[in-house]
């Protein structure tokens, strides 16, 4: 039996936790469609040669092939907007968000959902990103990590 994968992307309304159950009920097809992937919890499951996965949001599906075609681009690129806002603070959050609602990048899009309160994505009437940082997080891996540097006590990595 397959076991729940951690999740790469932070989706509000994850099937995560009930995928395995979910999963009794999915039939071996030609073709495994999932119209609302998400986070793509179930997508693991299919007992399918091929599937098709949708989702009304054009950033998330854009995310999901640059996950699927150049997974360590996605991973550098997370990695960057991450060890930026750790070293610079919560304005990178917002500067990474202001961005996006401008480009709609899935890279920034990533790095939002993955900071941003609780992984919730919400927009605004004019189609703006508007969810804050999760700040007292971040503040004290900010503090953790500026303290750590200057004391020059070890080496470590922010994962």
Known sequence: MIKALPSVIKWSGSKRSVAVELSKYIQKSETYYEPFVGGGALMPF???????ASD???????????IKNTPIDVANEYSKRWHRLQEDGPSVYYEIRDNFNKTKDYFDFLFLTRTCVNGLIRYNKNDFFILNLLYWISLRVVLLVRHLKRDKCCTFTII
């Open 46 to 52: 299919a007992k399918s040669p091929k599937a098709i």
């Open 56 to 66: 009304i949001i054009p950033e998330l599906i854009n995310l999901w092939n640059a």
